[in-house]
């Protein structure tokens, strides 16, 4: 079964990533948290990267939330941006014949691959694994997604493989499903969102299509 239909870059994004700290709106760094919930499973296709690449799957760094600063801000948008261009889109189907294949992609992949490349490089930059969390969603349009959720003193954000602009978990039309855990990257929790059920400042963003009971299962 096909878990992800991931989507690729929009045209037109690649200016923001210049864009330095004192562009960012930080006036509600703290207003909006994801809610984390229980353990939950892990998508099968990280169980099966982690035996390919294990070094990639153990913790790394400090607890504490990474600093935002210009350095740290640049960071992100550099590889988010860098990857996005480097790495030409492809669906596991078509590349690999099956679907579900997580790696560190050589030219070639789809969003979980992005994501876990954004993760090595930004680890590689000295990066904690607890502030640099995949994580799984529905996206605009109900599908299955996956996106690197960095998490930083002045709130988390989101890098995506559709555009190059680093933009807060919240100012996502995604519906946010499961993601690692803080402390161990092999622990997966659900994560509840408050912007469904809350009059917050995703007010002016669409709610999310709501997914199948097909679509839900093939998350699990």
């Given at each position: 079964?096909?878990?992800?239909?991931?989507?690729?870059?929009?045209?037109?994004?690649?200016?923001?990533?210049?864009?330095?700290?004192?562009?960012?709106?930080?006036?509600f760094a703290?207003?909006?948290?994801?809610?984390?919930?229980?353990?939950?499973?892990?998508?099968?296709?990280?169980?099966?990267?982690?035996?390919?690449?294990?070094?990639?799957?153990?913790?790394?760094?400090?607890?504490?939330?990474?600093?935002?600063?210009?350095?740290?801000?640049?960071?992100?948008?550099?590889?988010?941006?860098?990857?996005?261009?480097?790495?030409?889109?492809?669906?596991?189907?078509?590349?690999?014949?099956?679907?579900?294949?997580?790696?560190?992609?050589?030219?070639?992949?789809?969003?979980?691959?992005?994501?876990?490349?954004?993760?090595?490089?930004?680890?590689?930059?000295?990066?904690?694994?607890?502030?640099?969390?995949?994580?799984?969603?529905?996206?605009?349009?109900?599908?299955?997604?996956?996106?690197?959720?960095?998490?930083?003193?002045?709130?988390?954000?989101?890098?995506?493989?559709?555009?190059?602009?680093?933009?807060?978990?919240?100012?996502?039309?995604?519906?946010?499903?499961?993601?690692?855990?803080?402390?161990?990257?092999?622990?997966?929790?659900?994560?509840?969102?408050?912007?469904?059920?809350?009059?917050?400042?995703?007010?002016?963003?669409?709610?999310?299509?709501?997914?199948?009971?097909?679509?839900?299962?093939s998350l699990?």
């Open positions: 079964m096909r878990w992800f239909v991931c989507r690729f870059l929009t045209a037109g994004f690649g200016v923001v990533a210049g864009l330095g700290i004192a562009g960012v709106d930080l006036s703290d207003s909006l948290a994801m809610q984390v919930g229980s353990v939950t499973n892990p998508p099968v296709g990280y169980i099966d990267f982690c035996r390919s690449f294990p070094d990639q799957c153990v913790a790394r760094g400090s607890e504490g939330a990474e600093p935002l600063t210009e350095r740290s801000w640049s960071e992100l948008q550099g590889v988010n941006s860098s990857v996005n261009h480097s790495v030409a889109p492809v669906t596991d189907l078509q590349y690999y014949h099956r679907d579900e294949v997580w790696t560190l992609p050589a030219g070639y992949g789809d969003c979980e691959d992005y994501v876990l490349l954004k993760r090595k490089l930004l680890v590689e930059a000295g990066w904690s694994t607890g502030d640099l969390l995949i994580s799984v969603v529905f996206d605009e349009v109900g599908d299955g997604h996956a996106v690197l959720l960095a998490r930083t003193s002045r709130g988390d954000f989101v890098l995506d493989n559709k555009t190059d602009r680093v933009r807060r978990w919240y100012e996502t039309a995604y519906h946010f499903v499961k993601r690692q855990s803080v402390n161990d990257p092999n622990r997966w929790v659900s994560v509840g969102d408050p912007r469904w059920t809350t009059q917050n400042t995703a007010t002016a963003h669409a709610e999310p299509p709501v997914p199948s009971a097909q679509q839900r299962t699990r």
